[in-house]
């Protein structure tokens, strides 16, 4: 918010593109974050039904720092067909054939403005990414996916 935000504000405004608005939602979020509330975020909390937000979301952004492995916050965006912007943090654990139009090559703020403003805007783009990582979380996350794996392993132990 303090960041990339204000570089993906000016960017908009450079290109005379429409303004964008962040929803940041979460359970147990630090009551600061409030300071952040203006006409461009938007500070939502904890939400009961995921559903209620995906089907309305374009984009989910993933700045992270530290992690390890896969993350939750992106295989939840994947089973939606959301495509996520994030950091190579974000991206560790994940092989999609569009990890690269996604994954920004470094913290810098400019790198996550230009690949969410190409995502946003670019219909066709999106739709690709969408349809890949959606493709990819049936066959890396989905129930059906796991019990074929476990049936596997079972089988060759047996």
């Known amino acids: 918010m303090?960041?990339?935000?204000?570089?993906?504000r000016e960017q908009l405004h450079k290109h005379g593109l429409p303004a964008l608005t962040l929803n940041i939602y979460g359970a147990d979020m630090p009551a600061r974050f409030s300071d952040y509330a203006c006409d461009d975020i938007r500070i939502h909390g904890y939400v009961e039904n995921l559903d209620d937000i995906f089907h309305t979301t374009r984009i989910s952004i993933a700045p992270l720092r530290y992690?390890?492995?896969l993350?939750?916050?992106?295989?939840?965006?994947?089973?939606?067909?959301v495509p996520v912007v994030g950091s190579k943090i974000a991206f560790e654990g994940v092989n999609t054939s569009t990890?690269?139009?996604?994954?920004?090559?470094?913290?810098?703020?400019?790198?996550?403005?230009?690949?969410?403003?190409?995502?946003?805007?670019?219909?066709?783009?999106?739709?690709r990414i969408s349809s890949d990582i959606h493709?990819?979380?049936l066959r890396n996350y989905s129930y059906q996916s796991a019990k074929e794996k476990l049936s596997a392993i079972l089988e060759s132990i047996a």
């Open 2 to 8: 303090r960041e990339i935000w204000p570089v993906l």
């Open 67 to 69: 992690g390890a492995g």
């Open 71 to 81: 993350k939750g916050k992106l295989a939840t965006s994947f089973g939606y067909g």
């Open 99 to 127: 990890r690269s139009l996604c994954c920004t090559p470094s913290q810098d703020p400019m790198d996550y403005a230009e690949k969410i403003i190409a995502l946003y805007y670019d219909e066709g783009l999106w739709g």
């Open 135 to 137: 493709e990819y979380a």
